[in-house]
C-alpha cells in the first residue's frame, strides 16, 4: 500500500505512480516519464526548501532525472520521496562554494574492539580537520579522503599539482599538530 506522500505528488501520483514505479525498475521509457512527471513537483518544492537562491533551486530539480535512472536500486515506490529529498539535498549542497560531500562508505570502520576510543580519535580527527583553513582541509578531503589523484584535486580547486601537493604537505603537517596537541590536552 502506498503511503500519503506518494499519493499528494501532485495530479498524476496515487495508484499511477506505483506502476510507474514498477516500469521504470523494469526500464520501461513511457514509466520512466510518467514517474519523472508525477515527481518533478515534490522536485521542485525540494529544492525551493534546500537551496539557498532560487536559480540554484532550479538547477537542482534535474537531479531528478537522475533519480529515475536509478530507480531500479530502491526496493519500494515508498521509499522514493526519502530519495528525491537526500537526492536534491546533495544536487543544493554540492552548488554552495566550499562545500564537499564525502560519501559515508569512504570512512573506514573501526578496528579492534574498542569502539569508544576509535570513535574519539575520530571526532578528534575531524575537530582537527575542521579547524584547518578551508584550502588545507579541502586539498585533504580531496586527495586523502576520496581518493582524488593530485592532478583532479588541483583541477577541482583552481591550482597547479605543484602547488596542490605543496598545500597537502603543509595540510597534512598542520593537521598532525593538532591533533597530537589534542591529545596533550587530554592526557
Known amino acids: 500500500m ?18 510507474w514505479f514498477a516500469g521504470a525498475q523494469q526500464g520501461d521509457p513511457v514509466a520512466m516519464d ?5 515527481l518533478l513537483p515534490t522536485a521542485r518544492r525540494f529544492a525551493a526548501q534546500s537551496c539557498p537562491t532560487h536559480e540554484d533551486a532550479e538547477d537542482a530539480a534535474p537531479a531528478l532525472t537522475a533519480l529515475v535512472r536509478r530507480v531500479g536500486a530502491l526496493r519500494a515506490a ?16 554540492r552548488r554552495v562554494p566550499g562545500v564537499i560531500l564525502v560519501p559515508l562508505d569512504s570512512v573506514p570502520e573501526p578496528a579492534g574492539d574498542d569502539l569508544a576510543g576509535a570513535l574519539v580519535d575520530r571526532i578528534v580527527v575531524a ?14 578531503v580531496l586527495i586523502d579522503l576520496l581518493g582524488f589523484p593530485a592532478e583532479r584535486a588541483g583541477a577541482r580547486l583552481g591550482i597547479g599539482v605543484r ?12 593537521l598532525a599538530a593538532s591533533i597530537a596537541s589534542s591529545r596533550r590536552r587530554s592526557a
Open 127 to 140: 575537530e582537527a580537520l575542521a579547524d584547518l583553513p578551508a584550502a588545507q582541509r579541502d586539498v585533504i
Open 78 to 93: 515508498e521509499t522514493v520521496t526519502s530519495w528525491l529529498f537526500v537526492t536534491i539535498r546533495h544536487a543544493c549542497l
Open 34 to 38: 510518467g514517474l519523472l512527471r508525477a
Open 2 to 19: 502506498e503511503n500519503r506522500s506518494l499519493r499528494a505528488m501532485g495530479p498524476a501520483g496515487g495508484a499511477g505512480l506505483g506502476q
Open 163 to 174: 602547488a596542490t601537493r605543496s598545500r597537502l604537505h603543509r595540510a597534512r603537517r598542520a
